[in-house]
């Protein structure tokens, strides 16, 4: 996953957690076990995230350039939800008429008040191919689920998906709390940035990641312990790269 840090970049992550209200979600993570076994059989089913519509045998993927705009954009935040491929994933390409281009803020919007989404954030754009690196954390029974993806050129390039327990999302939260009281920008902004939304904590916040340097313009120690935490704590499994 160095690849990922020498772009200046995070990775993205799936996670795992126990279906409770949010008020007893921490003491139900402390009392039940993820089972991953089960979980990787259930995320890496067919059935997972299918959309019947979408994803009969008659409706073939290049049928995805005829879609509307607002078909287009649910089909692409399927896919960086999905840890494997769907028979989309070789097919986007934003150059096209009603295909879903990348946004930090469609993204936050996307994601927010989503009871089944526990946290996702979002970097980009940046590097001259212009990429944007998606993560998407979910509750499953008693498990995070992680999935990472990252979209170049208008074109996904990359997926992988993992698993945390409980205190390693513990970590993460700790790792973004010098940034929790960072509000969104009303204003746009252009330049490599990192927009996150905490569901379960009801946060939406952002990192300036070009402004948050040091003096030999390096990333400071701060977003280096995100970086390292997104690159190495977790065990990425690699399910697309192009």
């Known amino acids: 996953m160095k690849t990922i840090i020498s772009l200046c970049v995070g990775l993205f992550i799936l996670s795992l957690s126990c279906p409770n209200s949010s008020s007893s979600l921490s003491e139900s993570l402390d009392n039940c076990s993820c089972d991953t076994i089960r979980v990787k059989e259930t995320i890496l089913s067919q059935d997972y995230l299918s959309i019947d519509k979408y994803d009969t045998n008659s409706f073939i993927p290049g049928s995805l350039y005829s879609l509307s705009s607002e078909e287009n954009r649910l089909l692409w935040f399927r896919d960086i939800e999905s ?9 986007w390409n934003d150059y096209v008429p009603n295909n879903y281009h990348a946004s930090n803020s469609d993204f936050i919007k996307y994601y927010k008040d989503d009871k089944d989404i526990e946290m996702a954030f979002q970097f980009g754009p940046g590097g001259v191919m212009w990429t944007y690196y998606s993560f998407v954390i979910k509750k499953i029974e008693c498990c995070y689920v992680i999935t990472h993806s990252s ?6 390039r990359y997926r992988a998906y993992a698993f945390l327990n409980n205190s390693e999302m ?15 920008p009303s204003k746009k902004e252009y330049g490599y940035h990192g927009h996150f939304i905490d569901n379960r904590n009801g946060k939406i916040f952002f990192i300036d990641f070009e402004k948050e340097v040091d003096s030999t313009n390096n990333p ?8 390292n935490f997104l690159d190495d704590s977790i065990k990425w499994n690699v399910t697309y790269s192009t």
Do not use: W
């Not at 993460?172 to 509000?183: A, C, G």
């Open 83 to 91: 840890p494997d491929t769907t028979k989309f994933t070789p097919y």
């Open 151 to 156: 979209f170049t050129h208008a074109r996904f």
């Open 170 to 184: 513990d970590k993460l939260r700790n790792v973004l709390e010098p940034y929790k009281q960072t509000l969104i």
């Open 220 to 227: 400071t120690k701060e977003i280096m312990k995100l970086y």
